[in-house]
């Protein structure tokens, strides 16, 4: 069976959503950013720190394609992943990229207290984020072969993604 690749902004919910939808579905579940930490042996504001965010793009691109390699998964992208052609061309045409849509609004909620996304611990954390998926969000939609709304439970959103999934499957291509 080929991958299912979730994408989108951090704090769509790819991780708790892509663990229900990993289980509804029978494949296994991997978290992109778990994967980056164990081969490095560090956790991801660790791999920041040390070798900036290039550094850990780096690392991030490894696993695409570690990962593109593999089947039978579920996996949750980090928010930053399919941002960058090289990561898309890993999964494109083999895999199905399912992009986890919820509104800005939601998001700030969800990520209010974050302390651990070295990307978000700064004073001016509203604005940057705001700038970050405005300029993101185009870049989801062309990687992503469906897009699924994500602002319901994780179990429901997995559902719904099974649902697009089976329809893009009866759709003539
Ligand atoms: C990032 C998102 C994070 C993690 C890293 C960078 C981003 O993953 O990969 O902090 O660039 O949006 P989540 O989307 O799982 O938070």
Redesign the pocket.
């Known amino acids: 069976m080929n991958n299912i690749v979730l994408c989108g902004?951090?704090?769509c919910g790819?991780?708790t959503v892509g663990r229900n939808l990993a289980r509804k579905t029978g494949r296994k579940f991997v978290d992109m950013?778990a994967y980056i930490e164990h081969e490095a042996g560090m956790c991801?504001s660790e791999i920041f720190e040390e070798y900036g965010e290039s550094g850990?793009r780096d690392r991030?691109h490894e696993a695409c394609l570690a990962l593109a390699e593999m089947s039978n998964l579920v996996i949750?992208s980090?928010?930053?992943?399919l941002t960058f052609e090289q990561n898309v061309a890993a999964f494109r045409g083999k895999d199905n990229i399912v992009l986890l849509d919820v509104p800005l609004r939601d998001i700030k909620l969800r990520l209010k207290n974050d302390t651990k996304?070295?990307?978000l611990q700064r004073p001016d954390r509203d604005r940057a984020m705001e700038e970050l998926y405005n300029r993101r969000l185009p870049l989801y939609r062309a990687a992503a072969d469906i897009t699924v709304r994500g602002e319901s439970s994780p179990l429901k959103t997995a559902y719904a993604v099974i649902d697009a999934l089976e329809k893009k499957k009866n759709k003539p291509v």
């Open positions: 902004f951090m704090g790819k991780t950013d991801v850990f991030e949750a980090g928010g930053g992943a996304r070295p990307l």
